[in-house]
Nanobody, 118 residues
Framework: QVHVLESGGGLVQAGGSLSLSCKFP???????????MAWYRQAPGKQRESVAT???????NYADSVKGRFTISKDNRKRTVYLQMNSLNVEDTGAYYC?????????WGQGTQVTVSA
């Protein structure tokens, strides 16, 4: 049973852009709109970290490493969270996942791989 479907990753040169999407096909609308959502990144050999969060009210927060370059947004009707990534650099390489923010998590999805070449 798939709870989270991430897509949009790929190989891009440094300075390029990618747009990621994350769907929650099994989540009812009230749950989607009632929870903070986040994108996470796991770089090779490193722990998974949060890079962008969107709150219930629409406020957003970003890790310092992506601030000014990444933009998180969501479409409640589509139960989808997006991550627009611009000015990518090699350090952005990793598997990207989305999930609820906070201590309660859904089962993790497969993620989508982003590889940035120099």
């Amino acid at each position: 049973q798939v709870h989270v479907l991430e897509s949009g990753g790929g190989l891009v040169q440094a300075g390029g852009s990618l747009s990621l999407s994350c769907k929650f096909p099994r989540m009812i609308l009230s749950t989607f709109t009632g929870n903070d959502m986040a994108w996470y990144r796991q770089a090779p050999g490193k722990q998974r970290e949060s890079v962008a969060t969107i709150r219930v009210g629409g406020n957003t927060n970003y890790a310092d490493s992506v601030k000014g370059r990444f933009t998180i947004s969501k479409d409640n009707r589509k139960r989808t969270v997006y991550l627009q990534m611009n000015s990518l650099n090699v350090e952005d390489t990793g598997a990207y996942y989305c999930n609820l923010d906070g201590s309660t998590k859904l089962p993790w999805g497969q993620g989508t791989q982003v590889t940035v070449s120099a």
